[in-house]
């Protein structure tokens, strides 16, 4: 076993069939759970420092630092083009947890104290300090459900929390901006996505067809249309509440 090497999956393979799913306002792009590997380390302090200029809603500086690091690995930036970190895929993360994903912030807390003390346990340094074969090492560990062991105190399998950080990433890598995620449509155009249109021309059509259409980089919520709905569905919501 000790000469057992870790497997090895490329990014491209963890990007596969996100396509499609990418148009969805907030919806999670389906793909393989993997962990993408690349040989460049992450680096936590010069990040953290340019995410502080949008203030945390729910994470913790040092859980948003060690998420951070755990999405740079997860959808690692490389030849292909820019990932999680580009993408500001923690600050989506952050701001759902406070809104839509609330449900899911004692998974977080625990989850991340649970995985920090598994890297000292495991591999006798914090997750930062490790070197990037060693992280996906850990993260394999922890999405098998290998990450177990006194003290490590996973609630429930460790897979259970790399699935939901994994999902979670995902979102903030290519879902609509509008979100928090996807900065400067990075995810979208890595994917070839052309962006969210109400209407399509014919010209449009066959530029799509010969994948020579240019993104228009608009979120969805930047048409009249999306944004009328919302405040109907709002105006609704507190008609029904009265």
């Not at 396509?19 to 993408?36: E, I, K, N, R």
């Not at 040989?39 to 948003?64: G, K, Y």
């Not at 939901?164 to 879902?175: A, D, E, I, W, Y």
Request: glycine share 8%; hydrophobic share 45%; proline share 5%.
């Amino acid at each position: 076993m000790a000469d057992e090497k870790p497997r090895v999956i490329t990014r491209r393979e963890i990007l596969k069939g996100a396509g499609v799913a990418a148009a969805a306002v907030s919806g999670a792009v389906a793909a393989p759970s993997t962990v993408a590997p690349s040989t460049v380390a992450p680096s936590a302090p010069a990040h953290a420092a340019a995410q502080r200029a949008t203030p945390l809603e729910a994470l913790t500086a040092q859980e948003a630092d060690l998420l951070d690091l755990i999405t740079a690995r997860l959808i690692p930036s490389d030849a292909l083009g820019p990932g999680a970190r580009e993408a500001q895929a923690v600050r989506y993360i952050d701001r759902a947890l406070a809104g839509a994903l609330a449900s899911s912030r004692d998974a977080y807390r625990s989850g991340l104290a649970a995985f920090d003390r598994y890297c000292r346990m495991s591999r006798g340094k914090p997750f930062a300090e490790l070197a990037p074969v060693d992280q996906d090492s850990v993260l394999i560990d922890v999405e098998t459900g290998a990450a177990t062991g006194a003290g490590a105190g996973f609630a429930g399998s460790s897979a259970q929390f790399f699935a939901m950080v994994l999902n979670h990433t995902r979102q903030g890598m290519f879902g609509d901006p509008y979100y928090g995620g996807n900065a400067n449509f990075v995810g979208w155009d890595l994917l070839g996505y052309p962006g969210v249109r109400t209407q399509v021309t014919a010209a449009d059509q066959q530029a799509l067809e010969r994948n020579q259409l240019k993104p228009n980089r608009r979120s969805a919520y930047d048409n009249e249309m999306f944004n009328k709905a919302t405040a109907s569905a709002a105006s609704e919501g507190s008609h029904h509440a009265d």
